[in-house]
């Protein structure tokens, strides 16, 4: 005769166990991807000509922007370390990093324009000059003698 008891608490542990393996196989394998992925904008961003480029009074308008809708996430000084940036899944970009900065203004317009996760899409806020005013701005921060 055989021992169904035995067999069944068997099958249970085996199956929790296999249960625990795939969940924490889909957390490390899930996040790993989720860090490893790079936000990258098409190819056709880097053409697009900033039209505000070293145009001090589009600065100046950038980073009274930033400072309303910009800082809480990306800090003060664009170091993504605003006080939001805690509660969020991923880590705003530091804008003073050589990441950023050696992207082209094109690239960072379309990111403002068209957000991604928790970063929020501005192309229906804001007019295509505050967009530019922002890349202006980040190109500030990015530039420690250029800082107020």
Same mark, same amino acid.
């Not at 170091?79 to 950023?100: F, I, K, M, R």
């Not at 192309?123 to 921060?141: A, E, F, G, H, P």
């Given at each position: ?39 990258v ?26 400072m ?18 805690? =509660? @969020?899944?991923?880590?705003? *970009?530091?804008?003073?990093? $050589?990441? !950023?900065?050696? %992207? /082209?203004?094109? =690239? @960072?317009?379309?990111?403002? *324009?068209?957000?991604r996760? $928790?970063? !929020?899409?501005? %192309? /229906? ?24």
């Open positions: 005769m055989i021992d169904r008891t035995n067999s069944t608490k068997f099958i249970t542990q085996r199956s929790i166990a296999a249960g625990i393996i795939l969940v924490g196989f889909f957390v490390l394998t899930g996040s790993q991807v989720y860090q490893d992925t790079r936000w904008a098409p190819p056709e961003a880097d053409s697009y000509e900033n039209p505000l480029r070293d145009n001090t009074k589009a600065t100046e308008k950038g980073a009274k922007i930033y309303k809708l910009c800082w809480t996430c990306h800090g003060k000084a664009g170091n993504g370390d605003g006080p939001a940036a805690v =509660a @969020l899944q991923v880590t705003p *970009s530091d804008y003073t990093a $050589e990441e !950023v900065q050696s %992207q /082209s203004d094109g =690239a @960072l317009y379309w990111k403002i *324009s068209t957000g996760g $928790e970063m !929020v899409a501005y %192309q /229906s806020s804001l007019t295509d000059d505050q967009r530019w005013m922002l890349v202006n701005y980040i190109r500030k921060l990015g530039d420690p003698e250029n800082m107020p």
